[in-house]
Nanobody, 119 residues
Framework: QAQLVESGGGLVQPGGSLRLSCTASGTILVIYNMGWYRQAPGKQRELVAVITRGASTNYADSVKGRFTISRDNALNTVWLQMNSLKAEDTAVYYC?????????????WGQGTRVTVSS
């Protein structure tokens, strides 16, 4: 089994920056794709950014040029650097990872970290 623990959310003014982090732990053999999703009040969860084990990235159009996803495979950690934040970025952000353990290969989710962009 594996677990994902996120940190870094909070309250920030429009135009500000935040950096989210997510670390996987447990009986991990390999971590494949890692990504960040978000869910705003009254909306469905949506993909923000994803990064492969080889560091290829993909972003939602709404965050391109403002957010950067990165990872360190040795640390089992993924980060999301968020710049030029807007009110519409307000949401609960969830880390996701596709992880192979000794038992199986599954998708795992973090508990979520709240990001509020407001003046």
């Amino acid at each position: 089994q594996a677990q994902l623990v996120e940190s870094g959310g909070g309250l920030v003014q429009p135009g500000g920056s935040l950096r989210l982090s997510c670390t996987a732990s447990g009986t991990i053999l390999v971590i494949y794709n890692m990504g960040w999703y978000r869910q705003a009040p009254g909306k469905q969860r949506e993909l923000v950014a994803v990064i492969t084990r080889g560091a290829s990235t993909n972003y939602a159009d709404s965050v391109k040029g403002r957010f950067t996803i990165s990872r360190d495979n040795a640390l089992n950690t993924v980060w999301l650097q968020m710049n030029s934040l807007k009110a519409e970025d307000t949401a609960v952000y969830y880390c996701n990872a596709n992880i192979e353990t000794f038992r199986s290969r599954d998708d795992y989710w973090g508990q979520g970290t709240r990001v509020t962009v407001s003046s």
